[in-house]
């Protein structure tokens, strides 16, 4: 023991060397990477005062919390804290409308049509062996790096993204399900109250580990990466949060009945009204998945607030960059559609939002359209650390300063091979692999009812959003063999 002890004092030039000790003296894995992080390189030394940065995803998220005005009503008091304390994002929207792309291309900086990566069956380091990690670039630059929960798709998780990466406990479910009578929709299309504590569910431990994290000391800079899982299906959470909201005040979304009539026929195949919105309808359960989605967002923020209050209460507080969003955004009957999956509105905006000190003014609000592509390059730029090229997004870090600076640039987000939507701050503009389109004026139709697309006094709106369409369409990256 006394050597492991004194192995870890140890000045060294040469993390290998370092690690190669390590591993003599049968050190566990994150000892060996809590060695090598605590003894920087000489290319990473005297970089300790960069800011730390605490990584904050949730799952599946729309717009349904009180800052963003999704959903009047819903609960979300930490989000609302968190947001006030920076810049919150109000036009922010996914590359991909699919966990697996749209994380793959948050981390790697890769638009889905550079990759192949289209959706979450295909592997995407495969795709893109060559490509340097956001991570992987915190950790080459002297950061320690920790992670747990859902950074990337979960089953294609890279622990060589990470020095430590915490292992995320599942959360119970009930013995007979689905407790929502749906059987059409695949095991996870259930939702339901569920009688544990809090403590039992897989993102209130994981919210414990990160306050742990954040109670020890740290000789260097940290980058701490935190994905929770919820709200993604299913909605099974402890029921006092389905008490926060009486099935008898749910509002459901507005819906058009006949709203898929004037869109091509592959956007409607992507509503397929016919499965889950129809399941829904006939087993009377849209109050109840309204209210399961509501309940599900007020846990996760209930476990963000245990976060953030062990921030508030370490010495990290004035020196660390926060920086939340989601993969995407949720259908809830929305166009006749459930789920994600789609080029729509509700399933590509989400929440974003940046708390940089120093920088970014408390409680502003950008309404400029921004990219989740656009985060790598914003937090090398914000911790001061080398430019990458081949970077396909955009630092945000002069609408961090200003946010009504000019910005014009739209949103390009891409579900499956030559389909893509073009977002601007008033139009949104959709092309199909088939050449159909779609185009929705958010001026005069936030609801996205009335298709433009065919009437000759808009042919000049979609030339000029037409130019952001990417000139790469890359054929499919190979699925995942079982």
């Known amino acids: 023991m006394f050597f492991k002890s004194q192995l870890l004092k140890l000045p060294q030039s040469s993390a290998a060397l370092l690690m190669a000790a390590c591993v003599i003296f049968g050190f566990s894995s994150e000892q060996t990477a809590q060695a090598a992080a605590d003894s920087p390189s000489k290319s990473t030394a005297g970089k300790t005062n960069r800011p730390n940065v605490l990584f904050i995803a949730i799952d599946d998220l729309n717009d349904w919390i009180e800052d963003l005005g999704g959903y009047p009503g819903v609960k979300t008091p930490n989000l609302n804290r968190l947001a006030r304390r920076g810049v919150l994002f109000t036009h922010s929207y996914c590359s991909a409308p699919a966990c697996n792309p749209s994380r793959a291309s948050l981390m790697t900086g890769i638009r889905p049509s550079t990759s192949g990566v289209y959706h979450n069956g295909q592997p995407w380091r495969p795709a893109m062996p060559n490509a340097v990690t956001l991570t992987q670039h915190f950790m080459a630059n002297g950061y320690r790096v920790a992670g747990g929960g859902k950074i990337f798709h979960m089953s294609l998780n890279e622990p060589e993204s990470f020095h430590y990466y915490h292992p995320y406990q599942p959360s119970p ?42 109670r020890q000391k740290h000789n260097q800079s940290f980058f701490l ?114 789920r994600k999956f789609a080029l729509w509105e509700e399933a590509t905006r989400m929440p974003f939002m940046i708390v940089a000190p120093g920088l970014a ?113 890359a054929p499919d990256a190979p699925h995942q063999t079982r």
Request: neutral net charge; contains cysteine; hydrophobic residues 35%.
């Open 173 to 214: 479910v009930p013995e007979v399900r689905p407790l929502n009578g749906i059987t059409t929709g695949g095991q996870q299309f259930d939702w339901g109250p569920i009688d544990v504590p809090d403590e039992a569910m897989g993102d209130w431990k994981l919210a414990q580990w990160g306050c742990n994290y954040l």
């Open 225 to 338: 990466a935190v994905g929770f899982i919820k709200p993604h299906l299913p909605w099974y959470v402890p029921r006092k949060y389905f008490d926060l909201y009486p099935l008898s005040k749910i509002r459901l979304p507005a819906v058009k009945e006949d709203d898929l009539d004037d869109i091509p026929e592959i956007g409607q195949k992507i509503a397929n009204p016919q499965r889950d919105h129809k399941a829904v309808l006939e087993t009377n359960n849209w109050e109840k998945a309204v209210q399961a989605y509501l309940a599900t967002i007020s846990f996760v923020d209930a476990c963000l607030g245990k976060l953030l209050d062990a921030l508030d209460q370490s010495p990290y507080a004035n020196n660390t960059i926060v920086i939340l969003w989601s993969d995407h955004g949720w259908h809830l009957g929305e166009k006749l559609h459930w």
């Open 361 to 473: 003014k408390p409680n502003s609000r950008c309404q400029r359209t921004v990219s989740l592509l656009d985060i790598y390059p914003t937090m090398i730029e914000l911790c001061g650390l080398p430019l990458k090229k081949n970077l396909e997004g955009k630092s945000l870090v002069p609408l961090l300063k200003h946010p009504n600076a000019p910005w014009d640039r739209p949103v390009v987000t891409t579900h499956g091979r030559n389909n893509h939507a073009v977002r601007s701050e008033r139009w949104r503009y959709i092309r199909y692999q088939d050449g159909s389109e779609e185009l929705y004026d958010h001026k005069n139709d936030p609801m996205e009812w009335t298709n433009l697309a065919d009437k000759s006094r808009f042919a000049s709106i979609k030339k000029k959003l037409a130019k952001w369409l990417p000139e790469t369409n």
